[in-house]
Every structure is written in C-alpha cells, then in structure tokens.
C-alpha cells in the first residue's frame, strides 16, 4: 500500500499546476484588466462604434461631448468641427487615441469592483484644449487645409491642436463621393498624424547645430549673390542678401549661408542633430504616438545636404513634434512633453490628474538663449511684432517648396517668451505660399486667444 | 407562499430593492463561501492520520508488526508496507489482503523462497489466526488485534465532524442559498420558479445530511462542498435559463442516486471487484449506444436523445472508467501486465475520437495515465505511452488539419476577437467588468454568449459574482483532490486509492480545461466546471465521482463507503 499511496504525488502536481495556472490569470488580470474591461466588443462600456466614456469638457468646463447615454457633442457646430479630430466621429472613421487611452478611466473601471457602480454616476475627462481657442484658431484655417498647435512649454498643456480640413459630426458630409478634393485627408489628425516639409524653419535646426559647434559662428559674416555653385548645382536664394551676420542670415532665411553651414558641419552632425532634437522621432503621449519626421543624408551629394539644412531635400516634420521643439528653445534646452488629458473626475477625488514629464536636454541652454534672441530680432525686423502686440513672440517662418507648379506650403512655429504665458506654436497652411504673410497673422489671433484663455482662469 | 414572492417583487421594483441589498451582499458572499470552504477544508485537510491496525504479525523472537491495511505488502525492500529484513525473504515476497468479513489471504508476488501455510506450499492461501505462515523459511503468525484494542482505537482516531461540525456548516451554506435565492428573486419576472428552485435544492440536502445522520456517518465536508457548487450551478442557471432549473434539480437527484449506489458498491471490495466486469461492460455499450444514435451539437457527436431528453453517456463512461482500471494490491503485484487496461483505454478514447468529441477524450487520457501510474509506478512507461501518443496526435494532425483549426486562435484571441477567440475575449471581458466581487447575481452580460453557462461557467461566475468566487470555486476542487492525496497513506485498499486518485484527477483535468480554455492559458475544448456547469449528465457523473472520493475518507464514522463496525459493539465502549 505504501508504494501505491506514494504516487498519489501526481495529485500534487496536478494541483500545483491548476493553482499556478489561476495565479498566472490573477497576475495577468491585476495587469491587463483595463484593457478587456474596455474591449470594443463589450455591451458594458460600448453604445454602437463609441465608447461611453462619460462626460468630456475643455479645460474650462465647456462640455465637448457627453456619452453616458447616446453620444451628444456640443450644441455649438463651430465647436464641433473643430474638436472632432480630438473626440472622434459617430462612425469609427475617425478614433480619439485619447478617449481611448483613458477609456477605463472614462467608464469609470476599477480592478477591485471592476464596473460595478451604484449609483450609475458617470466621470467626466478635462482636456487641455480651450474651446474657445480651437474654434479662434479653426475660423483662422478659413477652410485652407493646414493645423495649427499651441501648448505651454512649462506644464505640457496643449490649448490648441486643430487640423483642417474637418467637418460637423452631426452633419457630416459626403466624403465618399467627394469630388472638389475640399476633404482629401479628412481622417486624419495632421497635427498628429502627418509630417510636413517644413522649409526655412528647419534653419533652426542647422542653427543650434551651428551654435553649438561652429565657436565664432556670431562673428562670422556669409556672402549671399542669390545662388551658390556646389557640386554641379545650384542653390538658389530668396534673394541677393549680400554679407550677412548669422542673425542676418536667419532674419532673411538666406539659403546660401544656411546650405554653406549644413555642407560645413557635415552630414554625420546635421543627422546627429535631427535625431538629437527630436526631429526623426516619434512622440508618445496620452495614447497618441505621432509620426516620426525624416532627415536621411545616405548617400547625398553636396548639394543634396545643403537643401537638407535649409529644410528641403528629404526632410520632414511633425508638427506636435516640432512645437517642442520651440518649447526647449523658449525653456533654456528643455521642454514639457506635451499631454491632453489633464483630469478624469469621477466620485470624490480625480481618478486621474496629468503630471508634467519633460523632454531630455535637447541643446545648450546658452545655445537656446542665443537662438531664442535670433527669433525674437526676425520678428522685430522681419515679421513685424505689430503682429503680436503685448506678446513677446519669438519666431521663424518657412516657405516649403513642394515642386515646380504647386504653391508652397506655408510654415511658421516659435514661442512667447513670457513667464505668465510660455506658449509654443506652429501655424502651417497647405499650398498657403509665403510663410510669415499667410502664417504669421494666424498665429497672431490664436495666440491672443490663448492668452486670453489663461486671463480668464486667473 | 406565493402571495410572500409577490410582495417582495413589488418591493423591490418601488424602492430599488435589489440595487441596495446587491451592494452590500456582493462583499457578504465571498465571505460566506470563504467560511463555508474554509470549515469543510480545515476539517478535512488537518484531521490526525492515525493508522487502523487491523491485525499482528507475529514473527520469530516475538516481535510483533502492525497490520495497517486491508491489503499489506510484505518483503525485505524498504517500500513494503511491513519490511522482513532476513535473507530468504525475497524484497516484494507476498500480499496480505483482509476481506471484509474479517478473513484474510496470503499470495505469493514472485517471491524466490515461497510461501509455506502450515507446512504446505502454496501460491496463494486463505489465512487463520494462528496458522504458521513461512515466508522463505522464517516463521510468522498472524495475531488478533482484540475487541478492547480495537475500541481503544476507534477513540483515538480522529472523528469526523467532531471538532468542525458539518450541521453548522450546512447551515452557513443555507445561508448563502437563501441570500442568492432572494437576490436572484428580486431580480427575476418570474420569482417564483427561482424560490422553489433553491427550497428544493436546500431540502435535499438537509434531507440527505439527516439519513446520513441515521446511518451513524458525521462525516459531510466532501458533500458539502459538493452542495455549495452546485448552488452556484442553479445561481447560474437561474440567471441564464431558469426553465432548465427542473431539470438540473431532476439531476441534481439522479446524482445523489448514483452517489449512494457507489458508495454502496464500494463498501465490499469483493462486490467492487466483481462489478468490475458490469463496469467495463456497460461503458462500452454507452459509447455504443452514443456511437449510433448520436447527434451533433457543438462539433462533436456525444449527445443522444431520449424521449425529448438530451444526454452525454460519455460523462457516464468515466465511472465505469474508474471501476475498471481501480485494482487491488494482490493483482497489481501478480498480473504486472496492463495489456487489458489499456486496450480498454484506447478502445475508450478512440470512439470519443470519432465522436470528435477532443475535450472527454483529453479527460479519459489523463485518468488512463494517472491510473497507469498509480499501478505500475513507472514513468518510463507512462512516458512511452505518451510519446506514441504524441507521434499518433502529430499524425493525426498532419492528414486532418481541420483539427488544428479548433486550436488556431489559442493564444491570439484578441486578434479573432469576432471569429475564433469571440468567446475567450467576451469572457476576459466579462471577467474584468465583473471586478473582484461582481456586478451582481443576475447582472451579467455573458449569458447572451453561447456555451456561456457550461464552457464558459468561470467568467459568468466571475462576472456576476466576482473573480474572487470564482477563485473559490477552483479552490474548492482543489480542496478535495488534496484531501485525496492526504488520505492516500491510510488507504486500506489500492482499490479504494486508486480509484479516489482518479476521480480527483478527473475533477482536477476537467478544472483545469475548462478555467485555462475560458482565458486562453489552453485551447478551449468546451469540457465542464465540475458542479457548476450547467449539464444533467455531468452533475450526475461529478456525484458519482465524488462517491470514490468518499470512499476513500478513513476517519472514524466519515464515509458510507466505509462499513461501521454494528451498533451494538460501538455502544458497548
């Protein structure tokens, strides 16, 4: 008998692996619960395509969208078109990566009562967007397809994120069948989603580049005869510029000192840059992830990588991305990583509150500093500040060539450099031509309204 | 009565009744069920293992060996049960088997030096107190314990139900019933099928305690646990279906039939051994009977219907499965062979094959290995029999890849969440909506997801009740196979062991197939929560496998599958 009872031992093992295998799920669901709770298949949390994700406002409580029964957006139509990208649609075209990334949040899930509620009372999630703004800063697009981004370099609070073009979730348009193109890329976030070529204000780029690499770079003098030989090409200017100082040089965005910086400093310096500053890196925050920008010298000719410094070439940008960058400029080196969801409310206490995280030290905050006067002098004499009143604007513009017969694109990113309203922008219009003509005024109205916002809260 | 329901209806529907109670019964439960599980386990995991000596062997110079067991294996090697260290003793020499009228036999296991029985050699022998038993030349007697040792004995053994008494558990699970029973009630449109339901279900098991009560048995954690899953089975089954209610009652007392035959079956070894042969008959004619009449439901061919009424013999099968590969010490020791077992096993688990019915055949697999084992005590076997069986499952594989198609979306379901992982992603869902402690009895979503209340039954439990009672309920098997591998030492028979071995295992398998195939951790192979599911013939198949677990519970007064010495002796100390 005593050797028949010893083998009950395969009971043993059978019950250790039944308790491992409970123990794996239990651990897997403390980890991975809040993921299936909101699973798009779930009658719990889903009204049709939408999550009902309870209440969301703007950051000064105006009520963007309500979907604890049905899904209600703003009674304000304007407002609508200009914060759909933000919430998505009725239909699944177009996803919120932010909803959906605070959606256990939203529906109000916990890993202990998992949806049990007694009450039923829904939570509301508070964007950093100002309603007010993105409908200044949707008005300002008139229709012309392009984004516009405004956050605070110091907390990470993004105030406006609009793209164009857009449409009214109640009234939606016929896309499909669309045939004037007014709604090419309708679906997409261009703020997020796309990446632009961003012309002269990649100048910045080779500028902190130069700054921090060429010592007597202020006391050096460029020669401008509207073209420059290199290579078999020809690099052709805005105009003739004659001598220029480096602050000269970017005041004017003369491509001829900016194509013989970016030949000096190398292909290996200026890549290290474009990957240093952020620029060939994809962003990630609030279950956004943007798209990565591109700066690729393989193989490039001379005259290839002097269009690379001057912002052509093969070079691309995000937007989001490429308004933290203004944001270390503004901050000494370093800026708040950008976010949009500042508080999901629900119950007695915040089920969740934004904590400001920041960039690496992107540059030299000396560097930073030298940069940041260099915009400041564009505005003043370039852009005219009459532009911005009140507003110490720091600023670049650009005008990226898309090809022989299209209207450029027109850029245009910087910052105030003001304690009370440390704002970092980027205007772009599509096909808008000359950068600080068509961008500069638009900048001007969003950021008044940015500030006007921030009045407000006190 | 009914006028009582419908006040209560109307209650609940003025004041929200149900939302209120629900949110203070939903942290009561787990706590009830905790303490329910907890006496039953306690009392059954920490009760003092004290050997029953059954006779002496008294040997040369005097010295004299405890019997413990109805069935004693006797040599020089350490792992006898009574070791005889002299050098004509060869190291497995002879089975000493005790019947249950009180006689015993001596049988040679291939022994070198024979056995002797006063004076005449013998292969196997029927033994007196007193006759002079020689094993390879050295002299034994067998001695009588007396009656005064024998009571002495029966004292110090740990009663069952003495410290941790049954009654007072029974009564914390008809707690829980009545709170889920009015729960549900509050809930439903028609309250008053639920009610009854669950006053049927108590009833039953009072009534079952009290004639256990009459037949001196205190024993009642095994039942008892038993009892609390299948309250969770109509808890289920109330939610989801309540019109099938009477039919799982209806089975719920078919089971308890089938408990009590067993259980009587089991008391005498020798009528164990003999149905045996019934046993091994009658499992194959199901499966015939299934192979010709069966209808296809869910993939697989294992259902039959009869009068209207649906059923899976192969659930069946698994008893006689047990009954047939169980086996005494004596014949594991001479008939070393399993030739006949395992021609049974493959003929078994081939039918279930064609029947494509992969799950129930996985479950006869493991119990022919873990029998297997528990009568050759070699891996090396066991390993070869799985290795052949791997090759012919890879075979198998190989010229009907449709086979694999069932396991495809194991691992991916969230990639298939709308073809082949819809249920496992609806029930991780589920599970997660449902928290630790539930969204409320009757508040699920998963019931509208086919299988939910059978394959599925981990996460609508989950769902309604909470993770943490689901939990509970895996530990409820797992209390009473670890009470299995506990009782294992004081066995009297390899019969009875083996036998409880494999019921638990089963139990265990079906467990872990049905959990592990609910959350991906396994392929799901649709095989049922024991209890819990809902299903007639597997409730009335885990009754009866619960009976061979009973037949192994040794403590004083515990199990009806254990014969009680008559009450005029137990009443003379």
Redesign the interface.
Known sequence: ????????V???V??A???L??L???V??FFR??D??V??????VYTGNNLSSGRVTDRSGTLLLDSTDGRSYSEDAALRSATMHLLGDRFGYISSPVLNEYADELVG????????S?TDASNTAVLTISAQVQKTAQAALAGRKGTIGVYNYKTGEILCAVTSPTYDPDNMPDVENDATGAYDGVYLNRFFQTSYVPGSIFKLVTSIAALENIPDITQRTFTCSGTWEIGGDTIICNGVHGTLTFQEALAHSCNVAFGQLAVELGPETMTAYAEQLGVTESLKFDGVTTAAGSFDLEGAADSEIAWSGIGQYTDLVNPCQYMVLMGAIANGGQAAIPHLMARVEGGLTDRYTARTAYTETLMDAAAASQLADMMRYNVVNMYGAGQFPDLKVCAKSGTAELGPGTTPNATFAGFIQDENYPLAFIVIVENGGSGSATCAPIAGQVLNACVAAMQNEG | MSQFFESLSALAQSAGLA??TG?AL?YLFPLLALLILGRCARSLLLFQKEPEVWAWLSGPGGARLAVT?W???LGRAK???VVLDYPTISRTHAVLTRYDDGSWTISDVGSKGGIQVNGESTSMAAVDFGDRIALGGVEFQLVPITKEQEVIQASVRTRAGDEIRPGVTLFFLTVFQILTAFQLMLRAEEPLPIGSAFLILTGIQWAFFLFMRILRRTGFEVESIAFFLTTLDLAVIASDDPSELRKQLVCIAAGLMVFLIICWALRDLERAKKLRYVAAAGGLALLAINLLFGVEQYGARNWIYIGGISFQPSELVKLCFIFVGAST?QR?MTKRNMFLFIAYSALICGCLVLMSDFGTALIFFVAFL?IA??RS?SFATIALIVTATGFGGVLALRFKPYILNRFSAWGHV?EN??TTGYQQ??A??C??????????IGEG?LKYVAASDTDLVFAFVSEEW??IMA?LM?LA??CL??F??RS??V?R??FY??SA?AA??IL??Q??LN??GT?D?LPLTGVTFPFVSNGGSSMIACWGLLAFIKGADTRQNASVAVKLPPRKEMEER
Do not use: Q
């Open positions: 008998m005593k050797r028949i009872s010893h083998r009950m395969f009971l043993i059978l019950v692996a039944l308790l295998g409970i794996a799920f239990t897997h669901y619960s809040d299936w709770v699973f798009s298949g779930s009658p719990h899930f916990s890993k202990v009562n998992g949806l049990y007694l | 939302d209120l949110a939903r067991h069935e004693t294996l792992t006898c049960d010490l594991i873990v084992y528990m005590g969230w969440a709308l992603t609806r991780m869902m599970i997660a909506s449902g928290g630790l402690f539930g969204l409320g979503w909470g993770l939990i895996v098997v797992v196979a670890a299995v591998a294992a030492s066995g028979s390899s062991t083996i071995c638990a295992a265990l398998i467990t872990m959990v592990f959350v951790l």
